[in-house]
């Protein structure tokens, strides 16, 4: 699972990261997922720091995956189908800019996808002319956050929620 002698690596934020790596730990070919902040200016950050919206962090899941089993599309498209891209101030209950949609890109090629799927999704009914407000910004530093939010669904016996059929 190499490319350019890395490991495939795809990297989003859509809401609070314990949706969104229970969300893409269900999708067959991802290898890894990892609960984590990225995207600000606060060197290791923890997660009160995160949660209080002034570190610049986004609450972000950091993804390994099997290319022979699933794609980038792919994984581009679960990522719009679990949130909500057209609302820039968090996602759910969840508010602030901790909780906003990125996409952060590992390669030339992953940021062509990206931009290619959101702009597919922009032209599509779906939102109702409503503006895709998700960045799609390089992946800079991850963070993984703290143990605790490691696959805490898994580990509180509760399991995500949607009508998506991703999850079902």
């Not at 949609?101 to 030339?108: L, T, Y």
Request: with cysteine.
């Amino acid at each position: 699972m190499e490319q350019n002698g890395r490991p495939h690596k795809a990297t989003f934020a859509a809401g609070c990261f314990w949706d969104v790596e229970a969300a893409f730990r269900k999708v067959e070919g991802v290898l890894e997922t990892v609960a984590g902040y990225t995207g600000g200016s606060v060197a290791n950050p923890v997660y009160e720091q995160v949660e209080s919206g002034t570190t610049g962090h986004a609450e972000a899941v950091g993804i390994v995956y099997d290319p022979s089993v699933v794609s980038y599309d792919q994984l581009l498209d679960v990522f719009w189908d679990m949130h909500d891209p057209a609302r820039g101030d968090g996602q759910g209950e969840y508010s602030g800019s901790q909780y906003r949609s990125v996409v952060f890109f590992h390669s030339n090629e992953q940021q062509a996808a990206a931009v290619k799927s959101r702009d597919r999704l922009a032209a599509s009914e779906k939102y109702r002319n409503r503006p895709i407000l998700t960045e799609i910004i390089p992946a800079p530093e991850f963070w993984p956050a703290e143990e605790c939010h490691q696959r805490f669904y898994e580990k509180c016996s509760q399991g995500y929620c949607t009508s998506h059929k991703i999850w079902e």
